[in-house]
């Protein structure tokens, strides 16, 4: 293995439907036009990654079923050791954890012997939702394990996006702030954001040096169940050959799912206007994209935490199948 300069690496953090796809199809885009070659690592819950398309032609490694936090970090060093291959070399990587991944995981395996010459953290960039954080920073909205997996993920980042800044109400900017100063370090910036946007500067610059990183040490770490043998109760369900859907009702079905989903995603076939389009669930909202590929086959991801999957089943099969029957 011929290990040239170390790869520019960054690790895209934050929740569920944050918007870390969003943040890092703007960084693509930016090092396409400076003419550097980036390559990626995507790591899904569900099996398949409804978002491929979007980064056709670029080289990138899918870690799928799985979430880099508990079950794969030994999966991901493997697949590091793709890009320190002469012929895969890239000029700089972004890695998107799970939205329940924790980044000091990703950073564990980046900080491997094996690998730390081949790779320099830049940054760990996490992304916060803004109009969902003080419900799921609330004891009485939210359970311990979504709290504890944010305030892991917000305590080891060295940028934090407030993103979806166009959802939330002035008044609660304020106490939005104070419980997120109580959780990041107070050298860490806070830019706020709609549609990820902020200066590519400022997400590029290089916030960390290698010698700062400690793992293992911090308070939050000490709760981190290492028990790999645990059950997750982040989960994905995967409903496959969906059939054609009115997209009023299919929106009205998502916007009414219990709040122990998430986050859905998926690729289904409207009846009207009929083509096969992408959706995302995040946030409540609902946005809809016609497909360049009409052949994809189609499939709902619902992520969630404790969700009861049989339910969620059967009102899916009662509002899409039976009254197509009907
Ligand atoms: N209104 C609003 N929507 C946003 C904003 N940023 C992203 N979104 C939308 O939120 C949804 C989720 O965004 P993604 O970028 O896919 O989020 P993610 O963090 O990659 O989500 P996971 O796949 O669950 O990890 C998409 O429909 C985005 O278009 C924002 O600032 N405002």
Redesign the pocket.
């Known amino acids: 293995m011929t290990i040239h300069k170390k790869i520019p690496t960054y690790i895209?953090s934050?929740?569920?439907?944050?918007?870390?796809?969003?943040?890092?199809?703007k960084m693509l885009a930016d090092f396409k036009t400076r003419g550097l070659k980036p390559g990626i690592v995507l790591n899904?819950?569900g099996q398949v990654n409804v978002?491929g398309h979007l980064f056709k032609g670029e080289k990138m490694l899918e870690m799928l079923d799985g979430c880099i936090c508990c079950t794969i970090q030994d999966d991901l060093r493997e697949e590091l050791k793709f890009f320190l291959q002469e012929e895969n070399q890239v000029d700089v990587l972004l890695i998107?954890?799970?939205?329940v991944a924790n980044p000091k995981e990703i950073l564990e395996a980046l900080t491997d012997p094996r690998l730390h010459n081949g790779f320099e953290t830049q940054s760990v960039i996490s992304?916060a939702?803004a109009?969902k954080f003080l419900e799921y920073q609330s004891i009485f909205s939210s359970s311990r394990e979504i709290r504890e997996m944010l305030n892991e993920q917000m305590s080891s980042t060295t940028l934090i996006l407030l993103?979806?800044?166009?959802?939330i109400q002035e008044k609660n900017k304020d106490k939005i702030y104070k419980k997120l100063r109580k959780l990041v370090k107070g050298e860490v910036k806070i830019f706020e954001?709609?549609?990820?946007?902020v200066s590519l500067d400022e997400l590029l610059k290089k916030r960390m040096s290698t010698v700062s990183v400690t793992l293992g040490e911090s308070e939050t770490n000490t709760h981190h169940h290492h028990d790999h043998h645990h059950e997750h109760p982040f989960k994905a369900v995967k409903i496959e050959n969906i059939p054609a859907v009115e997209r009023i009702r299919f929106e009205k079905w998502l916007k009414k799912l219990p709040e122990s989903v998430?986050?859905a995603?998926g690729m289904v076939q409207l009846a009207s206007p009929s083509g096969l389009y992408q959706f995302?669930?995040?946030?409540k909202?609902?946005?809809m994209e016609r497909m360049e590929d009409q052949e994809c086959s189609t499939c709902l991801i619902l992520?969630g935490y404790n969700m009861p999957v049989d339910d969620l089943q059967t009102s899916f099969q009662k509002e899409f199948l039976q009254t197509l029957q009907a």
């Open positions: 895209l934050g929740f569920l439907g944050s918007g870390k796809t969003t943040v890092l199809l899904e819950l978002e998107e954890g799970t939205g992304l939702d109009s993103n979806k800044m166009d959802l954001t709609v549609y990820g946007n998430l986050r995603k995302q669930f995040a946030s909202e609902v946005e992520i």
